[in-house]
């Protein structure tokens, strides 16, 4: 596989939200491409100790269970980790405030295929995204 390629975990619990992101990201940035998914928190889990990727882009709750629960253990035990938050909310909430310090970047699901890119490609290059 090309150096170049932005490898991701991808993990949420939509199977919609899966494949709009695939989607995306195959059509307006053949760069970035999702080598895993994961459709839970504790699938995730199991994932990352076996799965190559460069990113982690997971959605800020799946199931019903709160990512801020396994946040702390994953950075952790990978401190190294670029670590990307989705969420449905349009404008940061408190968990999301709370997941700063173990996040590189949050994005809404409301945000066009561009931002999403932009995203991975900021904090694929070692520098934080957030919205403003």
Do not use: C
Not at 28 to 47: M, T
Request: hydrophobic letters at 45%; proline letters at 5%.
């Amino acid at each position: 596989m090309d150096k170049n390629i932005i490898k991701i975990l991808l993990a949420n619990d939509n199977k919609n939200v899966l494949e709009g992101i695939r989607l995306a990201f195959e059509e307006f940035a053949p760069h970035i491409q999702i080598v895993e998914e994961a459709g839970s928190f504790q699938d995730l889990l199991k994932k990352l100790p076996v799965t190559k990727f460069d990113i982690l882009m997971a959605d800020d709750i799946m199931h019903g269970e709160n990512i801020l629960t396994y946040l702390p253990g994953i950075r952790e035990q990978y401190p190294e980790l670029k670590i990307i938050l989705n969420s449905i909310f349009t404008e940061e909430v408190p968990h999301l405030e709370n997941s700063r310090k173990w996040v590189n970047g949050w994005l809404s699901f409301a945000w066009s295929p561009e931002d999403f890119i932009e995203a991975v490609e900021t904090v694929n290059s070692r520098r934080i995204y957030y919205f403003s």
